[in-house]
C-alpha cells in the first residue's frame, strides 16, 4: 500500500512540474492570441446587410452607410462595445448602390450592396 501511495506521491510531482514548466510558454500563446485582430463580417441576404465586428479592445467603432453620390445616409460612432451588430434593411431604400463602411483602430473596410 505504501509503494503505491509512493508512486502516486511521485507522479503528482512530476505532472506538476511538467504543468508548472510549461505555464510560461502557454500564457504566451494565450496573449498572441488575444492580440488577434479580425475584420468586420458582412452577411448579404436578399436587400439586408449583417455586420458582426468582434472589438475586444472595446474602442470607438464608426460604421457610415454612402450612397452612389457619396452622401451620408447613416452614421454611428460606437465605444465601449465589444461586440458591435448591425442589421441594415435596405427594402424600402430608393434604387441606388449603398456602401457601409466600418471605420476601427484596425482599419477601414467597406461592403456595397445594390438595391433594384
Known sequence: ???VLN????????LGTMGFANGP?????????????LDPVFVKKGDKLFLNLL???QDKVVVKVYDSQNR???SEAI???MVVEKAFNFEKAFEDEYTVV???ESGTYRETIAVK
Open 1 to 3: 500500500m505504501k509503494s
Open 7 to 14: 508512486y502516486v506521491t511521485v507522479a503528482a510531482f512530476l
Open 25 to 37: 510558454a502557454k500564457s504566451e500563446v494565450e496573449k498572441n492570441l488575444i492580440s488577434v485582430e
Open 55 to 57: 472589438n475586444l479592445s
Open 72 to 74: 451620408v445616409v447613416y
Open 79 to 81: 465605444k465601449g462595445e
Open 102 to 104: 466600418v471605420v476601427d
